[in-house]
């Protein structure tokens, strides 16, 4: 539908209200970037919804990780690679010397939670403080003391039993114990946070016993392109090629709408880590990739800027390559939040007209538009001041449910109007 401007604006002008509507901003910043993450999608890409690709690096490089937050205790594994994790279930620290792997298979893997950074692979048995799950937090000494014993499974296949000793929380340092299941090429490691401190995590080879800087700085980035372990709905861990978000980043996902869809103060916003997740793309029984239709999400960055973001094309293991498209809706003084102010619709439900009043304090110029539920313009009407009234034709629309959105630099607020004939 060919989408139709009114203006009852004197001196201001129609291009003006358009300059701070989130939904046009959106329609005219749209780009499309891709990432690289190579066969096999070797690579993680970390990117900045601001600034596109900030870094890459090669994800089979680290076996752990542990994050550099002084009041932390997660450790994350590299589920996305072959990486495994057990709890010894047959004794706590003091069965170190006599380890037996006996029953391995029937024991519960532990795998990183795929929602929360700060739940990571080591503290899925925990209780609750003091009980952080691989150790007890100390109110004397504030470290929190390790309790119990790990069997893991490297990226290279081996194993080792490993014991987390404890993380000296004033000095943000962790000490632990790794060796072969025999008992040979014992190591007593450490790893120095404050090293690392810009970052959200630092990881760590058993391999090589050598840490691993493979984060760039917290902050330049938003989201990363990664392999990672998902939890299916029957309850079963796989490993998953998607999506996760910096901490401090909030998505929206909306489905089914239109692809131009830009309404993004409807619904709540996802904190999760894995918000934005893997589920925009299917696998056909051909073995061949599809993006999901009618799926838009919507990312809010660390530096509170909204970006639309709508996939369009996975390659798959051949290449990695991930194609997408991104628009700024909201930013430069647009703030995204719900504004205050009285919005009224008469009739409601409506059968060929209804008024629309909007009252406000602020004199601030206004944008009112009339979507369908998919987000598709229908119509837009602009006001001079915080207050107005108008009428609106509605003959030509089928029943059922719309949306009214009243926008300005401060923030926007929304009602639904229902059409009955």
């Known amino acids: 539908m060919k989408k139709i401007y009114f203006t009852i604006l004197t001196g201001l002008g129609l291009f003006a209200a358009m300059a701070f509507s989130p939904a046009l901003n959106a329609q005219v910043v749209l780009k499309s970037d891709s990432v690289t993450m190579g066969q096999y999608y070797a690579n993680e890409i970390y990117y900045s919804m601001k600034n596109g690709e900030t870094s890459s690096f090669i994800r089979n490089s680290w076996d752990i990780a542990f994050r550099t937050k002084i009041m932390s205790s997660s450790i994350i594994t590299n589920d996305g690679t072959s990486v495994v994790l057990w709890s010894y279930p047959k004794a706590d620290t003091a069965g170190w010397a006599t380890v037996d792997t006996s029953g391995l298979s029937t024991w519960t893997r532990m795998f990183n939670d795929p929602t929360n950074w700060e739940d990571g692979a080591f503290s899925r048995n925990a209780q609750g403080h003091p009980d952080y799950g691989w150790g007890r937090y100390n109110d004397q000494t504030h470290d929190v003391v390790g309790d119990s014993l790990f069997i893991i499974k490297l990226r290279d296949g081996s194993f080792r039993k490993l014991r987390i000793i404890r993380k000296n929380s004033v000095n943000n340092i962790y000490y632990f114990r790794v060796a072969n299941l025999d008992g040979t090429s014992q190591q007593d490691l450490s790893v120095n946070c404050n090293n690392y401190i810009t970052k959200d995590f630092v990881g760590f080879s058993l391999e090589t016993n050598l840490a691993v800087d493979y984060q760039p700085v917290k902050a330049d980035w938003d989201i990363v392109f990664t392999k990672y372990m998902s939890i299916q709905p029957g309850g079963q861990p796989y490993p998953v090629t998607g999506v996760l978000s910096n ?175």
């Open 247 to 421: 901490e401090g980043v909030k998505s929206k996902k909306f489905f089914p709408v239109s692809l131009d869809y830009i309404d993004y103060t409807l619904g709540t916003w996802d904190s999760t880590r894995s918000s934005v997740g893997w589920e925009w793309k299917y696998i056909d029984t051909n073995y061949v990739y599809h993006i999901v239709d009618s799926t838009v999400y919507f990312v809010k960055s660390l530096g509170g800027d909204i970006y639309k973001l709508v996939f369009t094309k996975f390659a798959g293991s051949s290449t990695g390559v991930i194609v997408f498209e991104t628009a700024k809706v909201a930013g430069l003084g647009i703030t995204g939040k719900t504004i205050s102010g009285e919005l009224s619709i008469y009739p409601n439900p409506a059968v060929n007209q209804f008024q629309v009043s909007y009252n406000r304090v602020s004199a601030e110029p206004a944008l009112l538009e009339l979507t369908d539920l998919a987000g598709k313009i229908l119509e837009q009407r602009s006001f001079e001041s915080g207050s107005g009234q108008l009428s609106l034709d509605v003959s030509g629309l089928g029943s059922g449910i719309y949306l009214i959105r009243i926008s300005s630099t401060e923030g926007s607020l929304t009602k639904k109007v229902i059409i009955s004939r």
